[in-house]
Nanobody, 116 residues
Framework: QVQLVESGGGLVQAGGSLRLSCAAS????????MGWFRQAPGKEREFVAR????????VYTNSVKGRFTISRDNAKNTGYLQMNSLKPEDTAVYYC?????????WGQGTQVTVSS
């Protein structure tokens, strides 16, 4: 069992930055892929970014490419999402998730609100 706790969300003006963290319990974090997802009010949850277990491979949805960076520190059992040049349309609850071949474990989410 893995427990995930996101932090770092908040209110920021358009053009600003936030860094989200995802702290994982358990010893197997380093073996999992990790992803970030988001859900805006009235919308489906959507994929944002993914990183492989070693941190050597990343994938981003088109709308955040060049602005967001996913990373991880396996020694600290923590993943990150650096978000720069934030836009009002980035407003959502952000979730981290981990798993082997699918996302088996999810955090509770952290709210990101970008004002115009």
């Amino acid at each position: 069992q893995v427990q995930l706790v996101e932090s770092g969300g908040g209110l920021v003006q358009a053009g600003g930055s936030l860094r989200l963290s995802c702290a994982a319990s358990g010893r197997t974090f380093s073996s999992y892929i990790m992803g970030w997802f988001r859900q805006a009010p009235g919308k489906e949850r959507e994929f944002v970014a993914r990183i492989n277990s070693s941190g050597g491979s990343t994938v981003y949805t088109n709308s955040v490419k060049g602005r967001f960076t996913i990373s991880r520190d396996n020694a600290k059992n923590t993943g990150y999402l650096q978000m720069n040049s934030l836009k009002p349309e980035d407003t959502a609850v952000y979730y981290c998730a981990v798993g082997n071949w699918q996302y088996d474990y999810w955090g509770q989410g952290t709210q990101v609100t970008v004002s115009s």
